[in-house]
């Protein structure tokens, strides 16, 4: 079909319409775009237990305290909210798909993925649609931010299914059955606490030091055969922390 003349804008209406665009800080973002965003979780979300540990483990190590890459800082209110001449507001209460963490989540603004990707895998995993439609949520239910310090919440981590399923993925094919090698067994965590025949425990319950299961995963183990099958990803060694800090349980 031709396209009627009269419904385009007219010649003068097009230019002042061009010539407004480089004004406009924020460039709009396509409503098809918009649509592939991940949806909003529909259950109300905490921010304490949620939200802020969240940004704690994804963005506060380049948004935190020690820095703020473009300007931008995470861990307090008032940083949180900023509103930026090139990107908008980065949080807009009740407007998740106006807030630029969560476009920048999703990677609709061009160049500007957060976490940015990074060079080693597993270091800067975007988040997943999961993740976005968490903050998406608690966003378009207000973005309730409190007052004051943000106590930490720790987040218990257990064997089943935290640790197991980290270590089911990462060991199983050389550390399972009867056949494991130096007898170390990952199937079930007695086995993982009982240890392997040479290094004796690698898991003392609440002590990180005396754990040397940690320096094995973090490849720092020279005598180990294949330090490399034994290095996993520098997210997934914390929450092994984490779970030994707790008491290995
Ligand atoms: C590895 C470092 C790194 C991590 C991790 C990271 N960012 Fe960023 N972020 C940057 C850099 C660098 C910039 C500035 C980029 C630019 O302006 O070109 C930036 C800019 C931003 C901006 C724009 C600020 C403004 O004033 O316009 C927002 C919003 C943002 N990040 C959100 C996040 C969120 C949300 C997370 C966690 C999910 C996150 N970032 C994780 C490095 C990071
Ligand atoms: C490609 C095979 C392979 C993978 C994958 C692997 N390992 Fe090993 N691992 C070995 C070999 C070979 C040894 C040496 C066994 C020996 O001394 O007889 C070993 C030894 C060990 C020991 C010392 C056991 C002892 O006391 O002798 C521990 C602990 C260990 N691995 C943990 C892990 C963990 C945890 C993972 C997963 C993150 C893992 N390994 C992944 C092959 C592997």
Redesign the pocket.
């Known amino acids: 079909m031709i396209p009627r003349l009269n419904s385009l804008p007219s010649g003068a209406a097009l230019w002042s319409v061009l010539l407004a665009l480089p004004l406009l800080a924020q460039v709009p973002i396509p409503p098809a775009q918009l649509a592939k965003l991940p949806p909003a979780l529909k259950r109300p979300v905490d921010f304490k237990t949620e939200v802020y540990p969240?940004?704690k483990a994804?963005?506060f190590?380049?948004?935190g305290p020690e820095?703020q890459?473009?300007?931008?800082r995470?861990d307090t209110r008032e940083g949180a909210f900023?509103v930026?001449a090139?990107?908008g507001p980065?949080i807009e209460a009740g407007h998740s798909a106006n807030s630029?963490?969560i476009l920048?989540?999703a990677g609709l603004i061009d160049?500007?993925l957060?976490?940015?990707p990074?060079g080693k895998p597993g270091e800067?995993d975007p988040?997943t649609a999961q993740q976005i439609g968490m903050l998406r949520a608690w966003i378009d239910q207000g973005a309730v931010w409190p007052d004051g310090p943000i106590a930490e919440v720790i987040q218990p981590v257990r064997f089943e299914p935290d640790i197991q399923k980290l270590l089911v993925a990462s060991c199983t094919k050389c550390h399972s059955g009867a056949a494991a090698e130096g007898g170390f067994s990952v199937d079930s965590l007695e086995r993982l606490l009982a240890g392997g025949k040479s290094y004796g425990r690698v898991v003392v319950p609440g002590d990180l030091r005396k754990s040397s299961l940690l320096t094995i995963l973090a490849g720092k183990d020279e005598d180990i055969p294949k330090p490399e099958a034994h290095r996993i990803p520098e997210k997934s060694i914390k929450q092994v922390e984490e779970w030994i800090r707790q008491g290995a349980k």
């Open positions: 969240l940004f994804t963005c190590k380049c948004h820095k890459k473009g300007k931008y995470m900023k930026s090139d990107h980065a630029a963490i920048m989540a160049e500007m957060m976490p940015p990074g800067s988040l």
